[in-house]
């Protein structure tokens, strides 16, 4: 069965430095991997998801994730973070298994905050 | 293009009764899970509908319960309410292939007293 683990529920960084949120997955299979942000009182906003097509993806706002086979990784970065990144960040892996056509299974999330 | 949109945005109810929460899925989505998210958590899936069968459960119990409708809008039905179903649910929309982007309503805030 697929899982998903965050680590660290909060990340503070200072406006202008590098975002690094961590996600690691477990899967039996070629996994399909997506990262959602989440603002205050708001639904889930897709960021970017892998396919397989490339290890590298980009992403909206400027945040890309690397998938990394060997190390059942696919972190999220931003080089230079604004205030506005401030938000809750899941990472998602989903469930090819379970019977249905692929739902979500959600890591606990990442609180980010910026500080001026 | 309208995205997915959900009712009503806030709900509050009490202990024993019974809810109804609605989604309207994005244009050309014929599938629609439903997630509920409690506080401080990620979001857990509770169903999947696809052509208007139920396609996929999580660990929720029978007294969730859902229905698709031919326009693949939807409805998630709790009864018995508890204080734990207090969360928000989620409901989003998505193309059928496994791997595709389920897009997210904005939820839908329930809170059992």
């Known amino acids: 069965a697929q899982s998903v683990t965050q680590l660290g529920s909060h990340v503070s960084v200072s406006e202008g430095a590098l975002v690094l949120l961590r996600c690691n997955y477990s899967?039996?299979?070629?996994?399909?991997l997506f990262w959602y942000v989440q603002y205050p009182n708001q639904g889930l906003q897709l960021l970017l998801k892998?396919?397989?097509?490339?290890?590298l993806v980009k992403g909206i706002n400027g945040f890309e994730a690397e998938f990394k086979k060997s190390e059942t990784s696919f972190h999220l970065t931003k080089p230079s973070a604004h205030m506005s990144d401030a938000a809750e960040y899941f990472c998602a892996v989903s469930d090819l298994g379970g019977g249905s056509q692929g739902n979500l299974i959600f890591g606990k999330g990442t609180k980010l905050s910026v500080k001026p | 293009e309208t995205g997915v949109t959900q009712s009503p945005t806030h709900l509050i109810k009490t202990r024993g009764q019974q809810v109804t929460l609605r989604c309207s899925s994005q244009s050309g989505h014929n599938t629609v899970s439903w997630y509920q998210q409690a506080l401080g958590q990620g979001p857990q899936f509770i169903f999947q509908y696809y052509r208007e069968e139920e396609n996929g459960r999580g660990n929720f119990p029978p007294r969730f319960s859902g229905l698709q409708f031919p326009n693949y809008s939807s409805e998630l039905n709790v009864n018995a309410l508890e204080l734990d179903d207090s969360a928000l649910y989620l409901c989003?929309?998505?193309?059928?292939?496994?791997?595709?982007?389920?897009?997210f309503g904005p939820g839908t805030r329930l809170t059992v007293l």
């Open positions: 892998y396919t397989s097509a490339a290890t």
């Open positions: 899967s039996s299979v070629p996994p399909y």
């Open positions: 989003a929309s998505s193309p059928r292939d496994p791997g595709d982007t389920q897009y």
